[in-house]
């Protein structure tokens, strides 16, 4: 069974660095899918941050991509996100999820995280 889950501080200060983790467990993040982040700010939709591939290839939204880093740690199968320079508008729902080509079938249970002073 395919289950993931985020971890990382709740809140965090403006101009700060966000650090999030995803563990997987069930698959290896070495197979053939794309491990993705996705946020949903308060009252809004969906944002696809970005996601690292099973080759470990990365591709960012361009709106994030000058403050986006993802990357993996394939000996404790967990991808990780972080995200720099903070501001009140990062505050948002965070989600790891696994994207085939088409969809994001498996997704964690998500973390709210609050970007505050």
């Known amino acids: 069974q395919v289950q993931l889950q985020e971890s990382g501080p709740g809140l965090v200060k403006p101009s700060q660095t966000l650090s999030l983790t995803c563990s997987v467990s069930?698959?290896?993040?070495?197979?053939?899918?794309?491990w993705a982040w996705i946020r949903q700010p308060p009252g809004k939709g969906l944002e696809w941050i970005g996601y690292?591939?099973?080759?470990?290839?990365?591709h960012y939204s361009p709106s994030l991509k000058s403050r986006t880093s993802i990357s993996r740690d394939t000996a404790k199968n967990q991808f990780t996100l972080q995200l720099t320079s903070v501001t009140p508008e990062d505050t948002a729902v965070y989600y790891c999820?696994?994207?085939?080509?088409?969809?994001?079938?498996?997704w964690g249970q998500g973390t709210q995280v609050t970007v505050s002073s």
């Open positions: 690292i591939g099973y080759s470990g290839n990365d």
């Open positions: 999820a696994r994207m085939t080509t088409y969809s994001a079938d498996y």
């Open positions: 069930g698959v290896s993040i070495t197979t053939i899918y794309y």
